[in-house]
């Protein structure tokens, strides 16, 4: 048998999980391998909103500039639509995605990043470019088969070459799971998965159809198609319609009802004359280049990583759920970012290996609640659907149902009311700000020593998002400049970039000098900290008054920001720490890296 091949980092698939690891690695000057049993990159859209939380982690390392130049945003994903079919009667409408007035504000004040649909076809060649061409070699048709933890604390890895038609063996220092729904590897390894019944099927059907006419007034990033008073073929209960490329090419997506058995397999032709009655034109061309299932599942990993810690899992192979709110991919890339700057902190021998087990205690809870908050959103649904009467057994008793919601009766208001509610309460899955971007880690590498109890969460936490520099929140975005204005920056660029980061004001000045000192004294002194002071004539202006108002510290304070951008230890005032802030910095970043003082 031949001998392993050696690398450091050795990935199993190539989704938005594997190759935005790859990407966050390969920004370290971090060499690996990644794999994929896949032929390619995807060929199917499935995932495609890039949300300002998972946008601002690829802006660390510039992807979202050519995610927003080649994806779809602003007037053309704004809306979302319910409606009987394309042209015909609308129910309902809804302003989505932060564009609705009542909400821009608030998400132009959590990111300096926007909302953008990004098909996962358009996007994982960006990821894919990105890390091939910094250090991580790709290799598709490769078959993951099995994996053995070595004494020495390396992971022995065989993996199937489909084209040579053999097995090849791949040692590593750590191996990473990102292998999808049907993970091999959380399988192999028995990690604890929480799930509730499979809440039914549904079909993916990629279609090429010009409705270019209809772009004026038929505007929606997401059609939900109803159609009461028709008997529906047993592939199709309702459908959702989803815009992949303006305007040419959708995504038509059945839901048949639960326990339905497709038997026989629908044709093309039968998907065609239902896809024809939703747009509500039976004569318009129309092909299809794709037919795909999914299960509608509720299912999330008690634990992300092997006893040792050197075997990580992430992505859909460790939080499955349904596409509601938009959180699949986002969550893939969050769980990479979180990851990334820890395996490369170590490896660099800037931290200690145990900072590694700090990424499940700090992913685990977010893969459980956004699991959770995507299967609220269906019964969300679900009101509206019974308002206009599609849980009725009959089309007779659909119809009548629908009807009553014109009745100036007691019975026809009281659906109207329905209605009216069901839609307004699915704000929550197309303007969920909150469940995006309220995740306050708590785990050995954030320090909340002497914080006292952290700031009480938004009332709504799906809806609204609680800014605070409180130690594990995220970073607060705000913009600064310079006292002659130049190009405006956030704070969110000021963060990141692979360092920590001091953020601190007038008379913080000691807080840089710390800064300073300590990497030419602490046990690494390869450690860089970046510091910036904002204020009056300092390094930059806070021009809007945004930073005062969300730092939640004196002036002379100090916010220390890991590279992930997450608030690691926070300083509000200098006080009775004055003299001591080398000391207090030494002592809070070598906890927080794992070096026990």
């Known amino acids: 048998m031949t001998e392993p091949i050696e690398t450091d980092l050795l990935i199993i698939g190539a ?104 098909p996962q076809t358009l996007l994982e060649p960006i990821m894919l470019r990105y890390a091939s061409q910094n250090g991580f070699s790709c290799r598709y048709d490769t078959d993951f088969v099995k994996f053995e933890e070595e004494k020495e604390g390396a992971v022995l890895t065989t993996v199937r070459a ?49 409705m270019q006419h209809l772009r004026e007034n038929k505007r929606g990033n997401l059609q939900w198609m109803l159609q009461p008073d028709v008997d529906h073929p047993n592939f199709d209960w309702l459908c959702v319609c989803r815009i992949i490329k303006p305007w040419d090419q959708w ?11 497709l038997e026989p397999e629908p044709t093309h032709d039968e998907y065609l004359k239902r896809i024809r009655e939703y747009i509500g034109d039976p004569d318009i061309p129309a092909r299809i280049r ?27 192979a460790v939080h499955r759920h349904p596409p509601h709110n938009g959180l699949g991919g986002n969550t893939c890339i969050q769980d990479a970012f979180n990851l990334a700057w820890k395996i490369a902190y170590v490896m660099k021998g800037l931290a200690s290996s145990s900072l590694l087990s700090t990424y499940s205690p700090e992913r685990q809870p977010v893969g459980k609640r956004i699991v959770q908050r995507a299967n609220q959103a269906l019964p969300e649904q679900i009101a509206v659907w019974g308002s206009l009467g599609m849980l009725e057994p009959t089309r007779e008793a659909r119809k009548a149902a629908f009807q009553e919601l014109s009745a100036t009766t007691p019975e026809g208001k009281k659906r109207r009311e329905t209605l009216i509610a069901g839609i307004e309460n699915c704000e929550h899955e197309f303007n969920g ?45 705000a913009w600064l400049n310079k006292a002659i204005p130049t190009k405006p920056i956030s704070t969110i660029d000021l963060a990141g970039n692979g360092h920590f980061t001091i953020l601190t004001g007038a008379g913080g000045e000691a807080w840089k000098k710390a800064a300073r000192i300590i990497r030419g004294v ?17 390094d930059w202006e806070d021009m809007y008054l945004d930073w005062k108002r969300k730092r939640e510290i ?5 916010v220390l920001v ?13 006080g009775d720490m004055k003299g001591m802030e080398t000391e207090k910095l030494e002592e809070a970043m070598m906890a927080l890296l794992g070096w026990k003082t």
């Open 554 to 558: 004196e002036e002379d304070g100090c």
């Open 15 to 118: 989704g938005p999980a594997g190759l935005s690891l790859a990407c966050f690695l390969a920004s370290y000057g971090l060499k690996g391998i990644m794999i994929s049993n896949a032929h390619s990159t995807a060929d199917t859209p499935r995932a495609h909103l890039l949300n300002c939380a998972a946008s601002d982690c690829l802006r660390d390392i510039g992807l979202d500039k050519e995610c927003f130049k080649i994806g779809t945003h602003d007037d053309e994903i704004a809306q979302v639509r319910w409606a009987h079919s394309i042209m015909g009667e609308e129910y309902g409408r809804a302003v989505a995605w932060g564009y609705d007035p009542r909400r821009a504000g608030e998400y132009k004040s959590a990111s300096p990043s926007i909302p953008v649909d990004i």
């Open 562 to 574: 890991r590279p992930d951008r997450a608030v690691a230890w926070r300083c509000m005032k200098l």
């Open 251 to 261: 995504m038509f997506i059945f839901v048949p009802k639960l326990g339905t058995k």
């Open 433 to 477: 700000l909150g469940i995006e971007m309220n995740q306050r880690y708590e785990s050995d590498a954030i320090s909340v020593e002497g914080q006292g109890p952290p700031p009480a969460p938004p009332e709504d936490v799906v809806l609204h998002y609680g800014i605070s520099t409180y130690p594990g929140s995220r970073v607060p975005h």
């Open 290 to 316: 794709s037919v795909s299932k999914w299960n509608i599942n509720e299912i999330y990993a008690e634990r992300y990583t092997n006893k040792a810690e050197n075997i990580f899992c992430l992505g859909d």
């Open 522 to 538: 602490s046990r690494v002194p390869s450690l860089e900290i970046r510091a910036w002071a904002i204020g009056w004539r300092l």
């Open 162 to 210: 489909m084209v040579l038609k053999r097995e090849v063996t791949i040692r590593s220092k750590y191996l990473f799971g990102a292998d999808g729904a049907r993970s091999l590897i959380v399988k192999q390894l028995g990690l604890p998965l929480t799930a509730t019944p499979a809440k039914g099927l549904a079909i993916n059907v990629l279609v090429d159809v010009d």
